[in-house]
């Protein structure tokens, strides 16, 4: 079983609608999780991150956390031509793992004007 | 530009030899990590550092890869006696806490 898994897609939305971004995680007890944008041929970078369930938000980016359904997404609100990118998912598991960052494989987004 | 840096940005040798990648952290940044990163899939861990120390290391990663990061400041990640399957993006990335940041990448090619 994959650690994070995200829905690779492809996912189109129209410019102006919500994109909804989804993973999931195997391990209990992870503490905290982010989301990245990779643009092609880019290194990733870091937009967003939760810690505590619930919804954090942070301009046009509103992350949700449900630890008892290990889930977590990102929604991208007024979706702009320039979020056309891959977002993925990133999960720190818990003490036993130290430092490690578990990594999905990314969703890739396409924002049609 | 104050983020993380890495040199070579792109590097191709021959089966069997030797390479050696660069990473300089953001400058008050205490953890390093180096990831790869293939086509399509997600950055992978091989190791991280606090400070000088190397507190994990991917059991994925063969003994032909070796990280250091003297003085608890830049890195360096080496590929003994390449092979072609590990042509990837080797990506760097620190933080103080919470997510890593990373840097541009180098991009490995192995003919």
């Known amino acids: 079983q994959k650690e994070v898994e995200q829905n690779s897609g492809p996912l189109s939305v129209p410019e102006g609608a919500i994109a909804s971004l989804n993973c999931t995680y195997s391990d209990r007890v992870s503490q905290s999780f982010f989301w990245y944008r990779q643009y092609s041929g880019k290194s990733p970078e870091l937009i967003m991150s939760?810690?505590?369930?619930g919804d954090k938000e942070d301009g046009r980016f509103t992350a949700q956390l449900n630890k008892a359904s290990q889930y977590v997404s990102l929604l991208i609100r007024d979706s702009q031509p320039s979020d056309s990118a891959t977002y993925l998912c990133?999960?720190?598991?818990?003490?036993?793992?130290?430092?490690?960052?578990?990594f999905g494989t990314g969703t890739s987004l396409t924002v049609i004007p | 530009d104050t983020g993380v840096s890495q040199d070579p940005r792109h590097k191709i040798t021959k089966r069997g030899q030797n390479v050696t990648f660069r990473c300089d952290p953001i400058?008050?940044?205490?953890?390093l990590y180096w990831y790869r990163q293939t086509l399509g899939q997600g950055p992978e861990f091989l190791t991280y550092?606090?400070?000088?120390?190397?507190?994990?290391k991917s059991r994925l990663l063969s003994d032909r890869f070796s990280a250091e990061r003297p003085k608890g400041s830049f890195s360096t990640l080496e590929i003994q006696r390449t092979e072609q399957g590990d042509s990837a993006m080797y990506l760097c990335?620190?933080?103080?806490?919470?997510?890593?940041?990373f840097g541009p990448g180098t991009r490995l090619l192995v003919l």
């Open positions: 990133a999960v720190n598991m818990g003490t036993n793992t130290g430092n490690q960052f578990y």
């Open positions: 939760i810690y505590s369930n």
């Open positions: 550092f606090q400070n000088e120390a190397q507190l994990e």
């Open positions: 990335a620190s933080s103080l806490a919470g997510g890593p940041y």
């Open positions: 400058s008050e940044h205490n953890r």
